[in-house]
């Protein structure tokens, strides 16, 4: 079946550091990767996403590239700040599936420290 | 309102009791999810609403486990004579159409059960 799987953290940084999450996957379809964000106290909502190999999704200085290749997504950002710390999900859909129904990588807790 | 709307956003229960947990999705989305976040397990799918069927059962751990949807809109999971491994974070979705578009989550229900 489907499966992601991502860096455990809690990964701990100071602002203005460089942030990578490693993220891989492994679908039976033509999967789209997403990651998702858990900021304290609120509820998942949707970071970035690519449908299709070499998409770079994009936002609020995120990135992360669909790489059939690697079977990755890795989330990469230049310059984290302290608001940026969260838990980071990385997900995926196939389209096979009915619906879009998602499957998520276990989480990776960011703490940015001033 | 605007968004995904879970009630109660916390319940703490007695083990053996039944729960009703209610999911209250955006407007005019026609797919509707079930997702458990629980420590150890991750994030989960439960189930899958199209309009008022459930094309897909398959993440419900137990047969005391089960959802309905009416009217196309409101979702109700019910979980009978629960147990202490149902203690978790209940998270609903909704998006306005099945394939590869975005899930907006609610802010979850957190269900003890004691």
């Known amino acids: 079946g489907d499966s992601v799987t991502q860096m455990e953290g809690p990964v701990t940084l100071s602002e203005e550091a460089f942030l990578t999450i490693n993220c891989t996957y492994t679908?039976?379809?033509?999967?789209?990767l997403f990651w998702y964000v858990q900021y304290p106290g609120e509820g998942l909502q949707l970071l970035l996403k690519?449908?299709?190999?070499?998409d770079k999704g994009s936002n609020k200085g995120f990135e992360a590239t669909y790489r059939k290749e690697t079977t990755s997504f890795h989330l990469e950002k230049g310059s984290v700040q302290v608001s940026d710390s969260a838990v980071y999900f990385c997900?995926?859909?196939?389209?096979?599936?009915?619906?879009?129904?998602?499957?998520f990588g276990g989480g990776t807790r960011v703490l940015v420290k001033p | 309102g605007a968004g995904v709307s879970q009630s109660p956003s916390n319940k703490v229960t007695e083990k053996g009791k039944d729960v009703e947990l209610r999911c209250d999705p955006i407007?005019?989305?026609?797919?509707l999810y079930w997702y458990r976040q629980s420590l150890g397990q991750g994030l989960e799918f439960l189930i899958y609403?199209?309009?008022?069927?459930?094309?897909?059962k398959s993440g419900l751990p137990s047969d005391r486990f089960s959802a309905e949807r009416t009217g196309g809109s409101v979702s109700t999971l019910t979980i009978q004579r629960t147990q202490q491994e149902d203690s978790a974070v209940y998270l609903c979705?909704?998006?306005?159409?099945?394939?590869?578009?975005?899930?907006?989550f609610g802010q979850g229900t957190r269900l003890t059960v004691v």
């Open positions: 679908a039976t379809g033509y999967p789209s």
């Open positions: 407007s005019g989305h026609t797919a």
């Open positions: 690519a449908t299709k190999a070499d």
């Open positions: 997900a995926l859909s196939d389209l096979k599936a009915a619906g879009n129904k998602l499957t």
């Open positions: 609403f199209q309009g008022n069927s459930a094309p897909d």
């Open positions: 979705a909704s998006s306005p159409a099945s394939l590869n578009t975005e899930a907006f």
